[in-house]
């Protein structure tokens, strides 16, 4: 039968929610004595019954040694038989997403708003097109020394 593998670590990753580098170091005895929800099932079953294979209720999973058929196992929300091992979420900033009136701030608060650390690329462009609305100048100039070529000649 010419089917398709799936790695061991891979199959850990979508059925037993684990992740990590170290997956790629487990066997199949160690899956064995780690997770005993996830079930084996025997060749003959396989070539018997190949529409399991082909419908994705088996899956040949490889683990760089040998290849075992392993019975996907049901992921339902409400089922309780596949414990789930994951870290915390972490914890993500809200956005800012005040809309602010452009027109009654003053130079001072459209200045601060020109900080990307603080605020979104809108927040930016707007405050930006106001200050030029008020004839603000936002870059700084340069007062560049002219050379005077008369005295490096000299």
């Known amino acids: 039968m010419k089917e398709k593998f799936i790695s061991l670590s891979k199959f850990l990753s979508r ?3 684990v992740e990590g580098s170290d997956l790629k170091k487990l066997t199949h ?3 064995e004595v780690l997770f005993p929800h996830l079930k084996r099932t025997s060749f003959e079953v396989v070539l018997d019954n190949p529409e399991y294979l082909y419908s994705g209720k088996i899956l040949m999973v490889y ?3 040998s290849a075992i058929p392993y ?3 049901n992921m339902l929300e409400n089922d ?3 414990m789930c ?3 915390e979420e972490e914890k993500v900033k809200p956005v800012d ?3 602010y009136d452009y027109a009654s701030m003053s130079i001072y608060e459209l200045r601060c708003l020109l900080v990307r650390k603080f605020n979104s690329n809108r927040n930016q462009v707007c405050a930006r097109r106001e200050l030029n609305k008020r004839g603000v100048e936002i870059t ?4 560049r020394l002219k050379i005077n070529y008369r005295k490096m000649e000299d």
Do not use: H, L
């Open 29 to 31: 005895e160690d899956v």
């Open 15 to 17: 059925y037993a929610c």
């Open 140 to 143: 700084k100039k340069y007062k």
């Open 71 to 73: 019975i996907v196992p």
């Open 97 to 99: 997403d005040t809309v």
């Open 85 to 87: 091992i994951t870290r």
């Open 63 to 65: 683990d760089g040694k």
């Open 80 to 82: 309780n038989e596949i």
